[in-house]
């Protein structure tokens, strides 16, 4: 792909005549608004005019709730390989619950376009929030565990689903060999009914790391099991932690590197943010709640408050601070340049491909900037 930052006195008719592109072009593809401000310190995409070049092929995933925009889904079909539908939970007898909205309409258009829908699984309790009780009952309860496998397979079939990908969080450390067990379990019979397992893997940096979010996965054996595995390599900043950038790239590449001693390469997707937050500062720990933002949005609040977009160079993130009824902000967010990184990523270490959460905010520049990159496998 093309990066232009833009500087000071630049206007999209300037940049566009210097790239010799048409400016309806520039605007449609990086989704600027009327009347087309810019913003010093933007990274805008601009199509590669030139002659085609060779492209690595890369498996694309990218979670979506069931109330996702049926245009911004129908948009964003044609650059996946997967849609793992988010989500499905379970009682601690192992009954699956579904979504609270019907997911039908998803799964024909997975069928239409030529994408595989996965069944996403999770410990979400009625309060919408990662239950590692629930974790325990099904993994230990031989009887719960196997109604829940069965359930799944009944479910998919009954659906159209293609795989399942299990997104378990927060496992406890006594849990974690009983947890790899019924993974192991589940994907024994899944596989005979010729359906998928792919899992989500908190992003560790080495097999002895201690903490909740990451005693409870054992990557080597996990990794062997699996068809695929998503690295969530993101959230390093997160609503109610301090402000930083979302997916550091030197974070980011800690886990890569890790993990490539204990899984293939040729299963590992790297987890990549779709999205953005705004913290009021000072950060004050248990009481700054940052606001989730679309990276198109977090440009728009930059040229709405004349904010210069930084580009910090370690974390390979942009950001910029303003102020609005005399309280600071900070931003960090995701542009084509933090993209670029991560994609260099998966090409380095030759990686599956890539997996995004999520999908529901639409951002034209990174699917253009991925199809640059990366020829889509489609199966």
Known sequence: MQIHVVTEGETVDTIAQ?????????????????????????????????APQERSLAQVSGYAYPYISPWALGQTLPFLTELPIFSYGFTEEGWLVPPGTAEGWMIEMCRVRSVIPFLTLTPLD????????????????????????????????????????????YIRGEDRDAFTEF??????????????????????????????????????????????VLLMTYEWGYKYGPNMAVAPIDKVEQVVRYAVTEIPAAKIRLGIPNYGYDWSLPYVQNVTVANTIGNVEAVQIAITHYARIQYDETAQSPYFRYWQDDVEHEVWFEDVRSLEAKFRLVEDYGLQGMGYWQIMRWWRANWLALEDTFLIRKE
């Not at 929030?129 to 397979?153: C, Q």
């Open 18 to 50: 210097a790239y010799g592109i048409p400016t309806e072009v520039l605007i449609f593809d990086n989704q600027l608004v009327y009347p087309y401000k810019l913003a010093i310190g933007q990274a805008l995409y601009l199509p590669d005019l030139g």
């Open 126 to 169: 009625e309060r919408g929030e990662f239950n590692n009780a629930l974790i325990t009952s099904v993994v230990w309860d031989t009887a719960a565990g196997d109604r829940l496998i069965l359930e799944l397979v009944r479910t998919m079939q009954e659906k159209g689903y293609g795989g399942v990908d299990i997104d378990f969080e």
């Open 183 to 228: 993974v192991r379990r589940a994907a024994v019979i899944i596989h005979e009914f010729g359906f998928r397992v792919s899992i989500a893997l908190a992003p560790k940096t080495s097999a002895s790391q201690r903490g909740l979010l990451y005693e409870g996965t054992d990557y080597p054996a996990l990794g062997q099991i699996a068809d695929s």
